[in-house]
């Protein structure tokens, strides 16, 4: 017998053993992908994120952002460069019931930190969380403007989006030892260009969800300054602010704090704190639309 044939034995007793581990492997495949849920062959099913792994959206899958399809405005009071325009922002405009000032330049805490500068900031905040849950997000101004815009171009920026709701974010000038929060809702007016009675009712229910969250979120109490109604509710209403008269969607002033008292202030001047701020008006604006179109779908909305 040659050398050749001598080896032959072995190597077909080894592949011998191979296919029996081969097809002894794909057996044990097939058995695990079906206990799995699927079909003999198939690959494994994905596992399922756990509930503590964050999905993308944050919802189920299928399902949209909560607020796609509504049209948010956020009014950052003041602008920073206000104090260089002292001349255009005194110029006299409509404020629905008489004249006032184009704008004001604000009030500052104590070291300097303006009140324009912390509107922009949280609104911006705001408007990234906003837009997380779906909302189209415009802004009044987003400090790409020398001053203003005036009270009535604000009112007018709401209007002419078709927001579904507007929040014009301030901070207070009160004496030091005044602390707290507020709402500010529109007053029933109607004189002169200025008619609020088909938006008393959603602004005062958009303010209504604002407290609530603000002060979750914020941990804040409404203002201890502006008497007991003020400081049971955080809401007050008034009839002179051009930027509510004028307006035709359902708005709100929300004033944060105030940066006149030491306290305060440092809480103001806080990313940090300024960021809670930020959640506490989105989760506000985010319940009232939600509310909103919940009741638009049972017809138990005013309609106001």
């Known amino acids: 017998m040659s050398l050749g044939r001598r080896l032959s034995t072995p190597a077909v007793i080894l592949a011998i053993v191979l296919s029996v581990i081969l097809a002894g492997l794909l057996v044990w495949r097939s058995a695990r992908d079906t206990d799995a849920g699927g079909a003999p062959g198939a690959p494994a099913a994905s596992r399922a994120p756990s509930s503590g792994e964050p999905r993308e959206s944050g919802k189920p899958d299928g399902e949209g952002n909560p607020l796609d399809g509504t049209v948010v405005v956020l009014d950052p009071?003041?602008?920073p460069d206000n104090r260089e325009h002292t001349r255009e922002i005194a110029r006299r405009v409509d404020a629905g019931?008489?004249?006032?000032?184009c704008d004001t330049t604000g009030t500052a805490t104590d070291s300097g930190y303006a009140e324009a500068s912390f509107t922009l900031d949280v609104a911006r905040r705001a408007r990234t969380l906003l837009e997380g849950l779906g909302a189209e997000v415009e802004f009044t101004h987003d400090g790409d403007r020398p001053y203003g815009p005036c009270v009535d171009e604000r009112a007018r920026a709401g209007n002419e989006a078709g927001a579904d709701a507007v929040v014009s974010v301030h901070a207070d000038g009160s004496g030091e030892g005044d602390r707290g929060f507020h709402v500010i809702l529109?007053?029933?007016?109607?004189?002169?260009s200025a008619d609020t009675r088909r938006i008393t009712g959603p602004s005062r229910r958009l303010?209504?969800?604002?407290?609530r969250a603000f002060a979750g979120a914020t941990?804040?109490?409404?203002?201890?300054?502006?008497?007991?109604?003020?400081?049971?509710?955080?809401l007050t209403v008034r009839d002179d602010l051009g930027g509510l008269n004028l307006s035709r969607v359902p708005k709100v002033f929300l004033e944060c704090g105030n940066m006149r008292d030491p306290r305060e202030a440092r809480r103001l001047s806080d990313p940090e704190w300024r960021q809670r701020a930020a959640s506490g008006i989105a989760e506000g604006v985010e319940a009232f639309l939600l509310g909103e179109r919940d009741g638009a779908r049972s017809g138990t909305g005013d309609g106001a």
């Open 186 to 192: 529109p007053a029933r007016v109607t004189e002169g």
């Open 207 to 211: 303010g209504e969800h604002l407290v």
């Open 97 to 101: 019931t008489h004249r006032k000032e």
């Open 219 to 234: 941990d804040s109490a409404p203002a201890d300054y502006l008497g007991g109604p003020v400081a049971e509710t955080g």
């Open 77 to 79: 009071g003041h602008n």
